[in-house]
């Protein structure tokens, strides 16, 4: 028997989608104060001289400095509250579930979903404003050795980043579950369709790539405040000359917004989509009496 796939999800990258920054700017390198520009600089040269993948190469760094090296995983949690976001963030996520509180929705069980999937930390992600509106948020990791951080437990690369978007598509949300268990679509909870992916950069090509393929909503979005206009090129060339996505906006989550109107369209969409295959559906399972 399939499952009634009535839940529907966005799924955001974090920098330069959900904030105008690097979360590590307001957070990390605020406490340490460490300028952003000389640490990504520094950042860069591991990459380009000694080939360090992007996520290890911010990680080690990080980890060079005493008063950084001294903090726990607890007190990044504890720096999530001092996040930046672009406007409508986190407000919007309580106000998109509103989308689907029509009662036609309401008797089909639909629901919203809200994930977030970052190469930054998910520890300061879990100490921010959005927490309690994400059902999973997934990120870099430090373990701990005596009470501080002492080297990465994990990465997510954008490459990696794909792997969340199959968690969510099978619910196999702990990282303990192995997301290649073979799962039949019809099984699956939340089908690719009923899937928006929302990010800024070629960082987010591939997982625009698999969302576009699968039949969901693929929206890159752009800094409007960007006065070198870096920001709305990257999605301009995303949705233009490489064909990654489906539209860009700007990241304003604000109700009346383009970026909010195409949301909750696409949610409109997909929720109207699921009402009319339960109908199609009971329909076909009633079996006319026999003529009296």
Excluded at 270 to 277: K, T
Aim: net charge negative.
């Amino acid at each position: 028997m399939s499952e009634p796939q009535t839940s529907i999800a966005i799924v955001y990258d974090f920098d330069h989608t959900l904030s105008p920054g690097f979360m590590q700017d307001d957070t990390i390198l605020a406490h340490a104060g460490i300028d952003p520009g000389t640490f990504w600089n520094s950042c860069t040269a591991l990459i380009e001289q000694e080939g360090y993948d992007q996520e290890l190469a911010y990680m080690k760094r990080l980890l060079e400095y005493e008063a950084i090296r001294a903090l726990s995983n607890r007190d990044l949690r504890r720096m999530g509250a001092h996040l930046t976001f672009f406007p409508g963030v986190p407000d919007c996520f309580g106000e998109l579930n509103d989308v689907l509180r029509q009662p036609k929705y309401q008797e089909q069980h639909i629901r919203l979903e809200h994930y977030v999937v970052s190469s930054g930390l998910k520890a300061i992600l879990d100490g921010s404003a959005m927490a309690a509106w994400t059902t999973a948020m997934w990120g870099c990791e430090f373990a701990e050795a005596e009470g501080r951080i002492s080297f990465p437990k994990r990465t997510v690369s954008h490459t990696q980043k794909t792997q969340y978007l199959f968690r969510v598509n099978k619910a196999l949300l702990n990282t303990a579950q192995n997301v290649n268990d073979h799962m039949p679509e019809e099984k699956r909870p939340v089908p690719f369709q009923h899937m928006i992916y929302v990010g800024d950069g070629p960082t987010d090509v591939p997982c625009f790539t698999v969302i576009k393929k699968n039949g969901g909503l693929a929206v890159a979005v752009y800094n409007p405040g960007d006065a070198t206009k870096r920001s709305f090129k990257k999605c301009y060339d995303l949705m233009l000359h490489a064909d990654r996505v489906h539209c860009m906006a700007p990241a304003d989550y604000r109700q009346g917004s383009q970026l909010r109107l195409i949301l909750e369209q696409r949610l409109t969409e997909i929720a109207d989509g699921i009402v009319e295959r339960r109908r199609q559906d009971k329909a076909a399972a009633r079996v006319p009496a026999p003529p009296s």
